[in-house]
Each structure stands twice: as C-alpha cells, then as structure tokens.
C-alpha cells in the first residue's frame, strides 16, 4: 500500500471514530480481526467492530500523535478520550488490498511520576484537549 493512501485512511479513521463509526470503519476489510490483548479479546469481522463501536457506553474522542509505518504495517500513537478521561494507546494496522486486515491496540491509562526519578525525567506536555 502506498504512504498517501495509507496515510489518507488512517487519518479519516481517527478524524471518524467516536462521531461516525460506519464512516471510520471503511478502514477495514469485511474479515478482520481487531485484538485487544490487555483484555483477552478478539473481535471477528468489520460489521462486528463496527456494531462494537457504535454500541460503545461513553463518548470517545480520538487524537491521533503519530503515524509511522510503510507497506502493509502502520503503527499509530494516539490518545482516546473516554468521556474526556485520557487513555494513551498503540495500536498496529495490517493491511491487506488497501484495507485493515489486523489491528492490534494496546492502552496505558496516565499516572503521576514517582519523584525518586525526578533528577532524570523532563515533563512531557500533555495531549492537547
């Protein structure tokens, strides 16, 4: 898949999610597969990680901080925002004929530093809201 492509789907699936879920699905072939491996799950097919999504019990918000990536792999860094609440995630794009076969999405909620580091730590400024 070429980088303008790529990068034109990934960034109209996070301009999407959490407004249009139908929309930011078109991301997704009919059989992929969406992991969640903190959780133990596996979500078969695009209808079902559409109907997933839409059904969703919070409001979500999605900014997406990186793209990197190349070929059929794309890694994205962002923020989702649960009813504004801050998770930070990966989440790793397979495609396959120009669509998400695979993705797999890690999350990390925030904490505060501990000060026995302090001396070797700057601030990383938070996502913008």
């Known amino acids: 898949m070429n980088e303008a492509a790529a990068r034109e789907l990934i960034g109209d699936h996070f301009s999407w999610g959490g407004r249009d879920e139908a929309r930011a699905s078109r991301i997704y072939a009919d059989d992929a597969v969406l992991e969640f491996p903190q959780g133990g799950e596996r979500i078969r097919g695009k209808?079902?990680?559409?109907a997933m999504r839409t059904a969703y019990p919070a409001s979500l918000d999605f900014e997406n901080r990186q793209t990197i990536g190349g070929g059929d792999v794309w890694v994205n860094q962002y923020t989702?925002?649960?009813d504004g609440r801050p998770s930070h995630v990966v989440?790793?794009?397979?495609?396959?004929?120009?669509?998400v076969v695979r993705e797999t999405i890690y999350f990390s909620d925030s904490w505060e530093p501990p000060e026995w580091r302090a001396e070797w730590v700057e601030p990383i400024a938070p996502p913008a809201s």
């Open 47 to 50: 209808a079902n990680i559409q």
């Open 80 to 82: 989702i925002r649960y």
């Open 91 to 99: 989440g790793i794009m397979e495609f396959r004929d120009g669509l």
